[in-house]
Nanobody, 114 residues
Framework: VQLVESGGGLVQPGGSLRLSCAASGIMFKIYVMGWYRQVPGKQRELVAQITSDSSTNYADSVKGRFAISRDNAKNTVYLQMNSLEPEDTAVYYC?????????WGPGTQVTVSS
């Protein structure tokens, strides 16, 4: 099983980034897919999640700015991040889970700074 994130980088405040996570080795369409983030010294936190039937939920801090989506034909989940703030700086991790089974990607760094 592999989850591979891409699309991270350095962006100025107010800018946008689109993260992608390509999954292999799982029956992607049945998994709940999520994006989490973590900064040093803090717990990993849920950013956004999308279920197998494309229901979504978001952390309060990103509602209205971030959008999660999935393409089951490409085994890929996306996170469109707009109006980025310095507080969004973190390592972003892709997660796939189905009941007690869970997988993580290695993470991609997002830095929001002028």
């Amino acid at each position: 099983v592999q989850l591979v994130e891409s699309g991270g980088g350095l962006v100025q405040p107010g800018g946008s980034l689109r993260l992608s996570c390509a999954a292999s080795g799982i029956m992607f369409k049945i998994y709940v897919m999520g994006w989490y983030r973590q900064v040093p010294g803090k717990q990993r936190e849920l950013v956004a999640q999308i279920t197998s039937d494309s229901s979504t939920n978001y952390a309060d801090s990103v509602k209205g700015r971030f959008a999660i989506s999935r393409d089951n034909a490409k085994n890929t989940v996306y996170l469109q991040m707009n109006s980025l703030e310095p507080e969004d700086t973190a390592v972003y991790y892709c997660n796939a889970h189905y009941f007690a089974v869970t997988y993580w990607g290695p993470g991609t760094q997002v830095t929001v700074s002028s």
